[in-house]
């Protein structure tokens, strides 16, 4: 690693070159899975909002799928999500009962409209339900949706996973998967309450593949407790030996006054912005050298994955999930706190799982919070999207485009950004200030930046 003092410094390896301004990191900034953001969502919505969204879904319009399971085995100190311990049987099966019934009332209200491409399950931990359980899950969504040969993608937690989970889901069709790792290091691992031992994850590992999952993802994290750039290099070098075909990389958010569990994290010893800039460097550095692409600022995939494809060709999208070749424009969120995306809408599910029940078990759906998405909302949204997916994007419809010329000054003066009329283009090694420049475009952010992680 290299550093050269000036109005910033770069950090460069294996021919990859970031240059550091602090001044442009400082503010927190949203990570763009939706616009608006889950930060401006409002309580004003109810059921008849996700019923009319669905009526409107058309006979054979593309649609996915988003399963919620809010259970892990063992609850992580760092993790944001809806999550709590699966340490009741009870109380999991009667989730799994109130969502297959979710199901079947969305099923219902589309009447058979909509094609169903793709099925993501996540959490929590879907693996801390039972193998069996998860078949019952699976066939119950068979048989309530019109569904061909959809992509089916789940995320796991090598913690408790077995040879026998892995055989579930290749029996299921399931051919993606993501394993959260965040790190190889015992100590940092202690550190953030997730220990997990290197042959928990290679056995995993293992298993997907003789299980016949051909796209495998690594979630790793920087700015971890006590985390250094040698010990997040080890991290690298297992995970490349592993060679998982996608790894996502993102940088720890610590927000104890959101997360309360993170108070169990020891603050102090948490690497300050500088250190986090050279870990998120090394990391692109890494992965890239060692044959991986760049996908958008966080994600890294081999060439033949078809995340790098759809890339290459520029038809790289964002939603909830993170980088997606998923053209879908119809998601349904389904189960405790999910939220689903329409053209016009955002609409989230009760967080609380005893209100989710309750609102279920009465035939409502359980639609509590979201924001209704004007045409000008859209249009940012698909300008933010662009530009996170591709690199430009094409702002001239935009009725403030001065005011959005204006905040990118400080981006266009230090060449990380070039603007001509309406178009837009981050330079190649302006990565890390991907989420500060696609901010620009987002007039809700002169408020409540606390709620959001820091852009590197």
């Known amino acids: 690693m290299t550093a050269i003092k000036g109005r910033g410094f770069r950090i460069g390896q294996e021919g990859a070159m970031w240059r550091y301004h602090p001044e442009l990191l400082a503010t927190p900034v949203p990570r763009y899975t939706s616009f608006p953001t889950a930060a401006e969502f409002g309580d004003d919505v109810s059921g008849i909002y996700l019923a009319q969204a669905l009526d409107a879904v058309g006979e054979d319009e593309a649609v996915s799928l988003y399963l919620h399971i809010p259970y892990c085995r063992e609850l992580c100190w760092y993790c944001g999500c809806n999550t709590g311990a699966a340490n009741r049987v009870g109380r999991v099966d009667a989730y799994l009962h109130r969502l297959g019934e979710e199901l079947e009332m969305v099923a219902d209200r589309l009447g058979g409209r909509g094609r169903i491409g793709r099925i993501a399950i996540g959490g929590g931990s879907p693996n801390a339900i039972a193998p069996e359980q998860f078949e019952a899950l699976m066939t119950r969504v ?60 290679a056995n995993a590992t293992g298993w997907l593949r003789q299980a016949g999952v051909d796209s495998i993802n690594f979630d790793l994290m920087y700015g971890l407790p006590g985390q250094t750039s040698d010990e997040l290099d080890a991290t690298l070098t297992q995970a490349i030996a592993m060679m998982p075909e996608r790894l996502a990389v993102f940088g720890y958010a610590h927000v104890p ?200």
């Open 142 to 201: 068979r048989r309530t949706f019109e569904i061909a040969d959809p992509v089916i993608s789940v995320e796991i937690d090598p913690r408790g996973f077995d040879r026998r989970w892995a055989e579930t889901l290749g029996e299921q069709g399931v051919t993606r998967v993501s394993l959260g790792v965040q790190t190889f290091a015992p100590p940092i691992q202690a550190a953030i309450g997730r220990v997990q031992p290197l042959e928990e994850i």
């Open 257 to 456: 006054h959101l997360i309360p569990r993170q108070r169990q994290i020891d603050a102090s010893a948490l690497p300050g912005a500088e250190e986090r800039f050279v870990h998120a460097a090394l990391a692109s550095s890494r992965l890239t050298g060692a044959g991986y692409d760049s996908i958008g600022f966080d994600h890294f995939a081999l060439p033949h994955d078809a995340i790098a494809a759809a890339a290459r060709r520029g038809q790289l999208r964002r939603n909830f999930q993170g980088f997606t070749e998923d053209p879908a424009e119809v998601l349904i969120g389904l189960g405790a706190s999910a939220i689903s995306a329409f053209p016009d809408r955002l609409l989230q599910n009760e967080k609380n799982s005893g209100r989710y029940h309750l609102r279920i078990a009465n035939g409502r759906f359980a639609t509590a919070r979201g924001v209704r998405r004007s045409a000008l909302d859209m249009k940012r949204g698909k300008a933010i999207e662009q530009l996170l997916c591709t690199g430009t994007a094409d702002l001239s419809g935009l009725p403030d485009l001065r005011e959005i010329r204006e905040r990118l000054i400080p981006f266009e003066a230090r060449g990380l950004v070039t603007t001509e009329g309406g178009m837009i283009e981050i330079a190649g090694d302006a990565l890390p200030y991907a989420r500060g420049i696609a901010a620009t475009i987002d007039p809700y952010r002169s408020h409540s930046a606390t709620r959001f992680s820091s852009a590197i």
